[in-house]
């Protein structure tokens, strides 16, 4: 049997088709690359995120439509546990790996000029219009809105040595809190800390004593493994000062954790549920495979990541603590393994929250409602007013259909306390 405190580079590195998976990416995004420069990203982007601050206004029908998903939720904001930041600095503090900066490394390249497209940016846009794009649409939306804005750790070393070339980007958490703090209608923060930091514990400390709760982790692309030892003293410290964990488990695919996908294996958290952190699953675990931990033996299966969620929720010791987040869970690359189950397990509803993933819903690419027509999750009427929304304003479609698909089997929706519970955060 695998030990969970096996080194990353120890780790199987996962199914065989990955690698080739991985050139396709490199090879179609170069193309895109050579091909475009901006225009080709622009597209697959959508730039919908400057359109409802333009003044464009709905159709009937689609406002008709807001309404019936408003109607029903009950009272307080809308809530959003995954709207993330980013910049280069300096001033700001931000910073990316110089790789995503050029055409020389151009799957890195096209994916960030993707991101900066769909927030509505260009190249040399300041770090500022990031913040001032998405509080714009936040405000913009038909009923108040609390997006948390996550910061991002570097990369470190089991040493506790930052480890700025395997790191993706940074975003400080100074500068998410003082984004929270300026726009605070609609913005709350959620820190980042790297457990192998010497500092770590006093860094939670820190941002625990300003009233700050949350805390992201991306184990595949920071390099942290929750299953090891090494997190014992920042698990304590989280649940002294009643800190809620918001963890990516999955296949990360938004930013290069391929080396270390493993490090996302729902299995890995039973360490830190066992040590009463209070877990947020970002995305519900909806992608990928990983090594069932829980089988004896040299050569553990592979399991669908979700399915090792599901398990995990089932538990009846991790009821009050283990939660999932549904953000991305309609993307065209996960819904068709995970969107039917969590609509109609209603039975879990109450352990779910709501995120976006702020800037993909703005990634039209990502969102193909023909193809969740076809599936049955929507009518083809219901598609019609959704791309409408969706080019008014992609934090509102992302809400809208959430609330309108359905289980194609049993026509069963997610509840509406989802869109408004702040979970353990409570």
């Not at 519900?284 to 669908?304: E, K, Q, W, Y």
């Amino acid at each position: 049997m695998t030990s969970p405190e096996q080194s990353p580079s120890e780790l199987p590195s996962g199914s065989p088709n990955r690698k080739y998976r991985l050139l396709r990416w490199v090879l179609v995004i170069g193309l895109l690359a050579w091909l475009g420069h901006g225009p080709l990203i622009d597209l697959l982007a959508g730039h919908s995120a400057r359109r409802s601050l333009a003044g464009e206004s709905l159709s009937t029908e689609a406002n008709d439509l807001l309404t019936r998903c408003l109607e029903d939720l009950p009272p307080g904001p809308l809530v959003d546990f995954h709207a993330h930041l980013a910049g280069r600095g300096p001033d700001s503090g931000c910073w990316v790996n110089p790789r995503l900066l050029s055409p020389l490394h151009p799957r890195d390249w096209v994916r960030m000029r993707s991101y900066l497209s769909a927030a509505g940016l260009g190249p040399e846009s300041p770090d500022s219009a990031w913040i001032e794009g998405l509080a714009g649409l936040a405000r913009a939306r038909q009923r108040p809105a609390l997006h948390f804005l996550l910061a991002f750790d570097h990369r470190y070393s089991t040493q506790g040595l930052r480890d700025l070339e395997h790191s993706e980007f940074y975003v400080p958490n100074e500068y998410a809190h003082a984004a929270a703090e300026a726009y605070s209608d609609v913005f709350r923060c959620a820190i980042s800390v790297h457990p192998y930091r010497t500092d770590a514990v006093q860094e939670l400390e820190r941002w625990a004593a300003q009233g700050v709760r949350l805390v992201k982790w991306l184990p595949g692309a920071q390099g942290m493994d929750p299953a090891s030892p090494l997190c014992d003293a920042f698990y304590r410290a989280l649940v002294a000062q009643d800190m809620v964990l918001l963890v990516h488990c999955g296949e990360e695919q938004a930013v290069d954790a391929e080396a270390d996908q493993e490090l996302g294996n729902p299995l890995r958290l039973r360490r830190p549920l066992e040590a009463g952190v209070q877990i947020l699953v970002a995305h519900c675990a909806s992608s990928g495979s990983a090594l069932d931990l829980d089988v004896g033996g040299a050569h553990p299966p592979r399991v669908d990541c979700f399915d090792l969620f599901l398990r995990l929720m089932g538990e009846k010791a991790f009821e009050g603590q283990l939660w999932g987040e549904i953000s991305t869970v309609t993307q065209v690359n996960r819904y068709s393994n995970a969107l039917s189950v969590l609509l109609e397990r209603e039975d879990l509803h109450s352990r779910l929250v709501n995120g976006s993933d702020w800037p993909l819903p703005a990634v039209n690419v990502l969102y193909q409602t023909r193809a969740l027509k076809s599936a049955g999750f929507i009518t083809a009427e219901e598609r019609e007013i959704l791309n409408e929304i969706y080019h008014h304003n992609p934090l509102t479609f992302d809400l809208a259909l959430k609330r309108v698909v359905r289980s194609p089997k049993t026509g069963a929706r997610f509840a509406p306390q989802i869109f408004t519970c702040l979970g353990p955060l409570r």
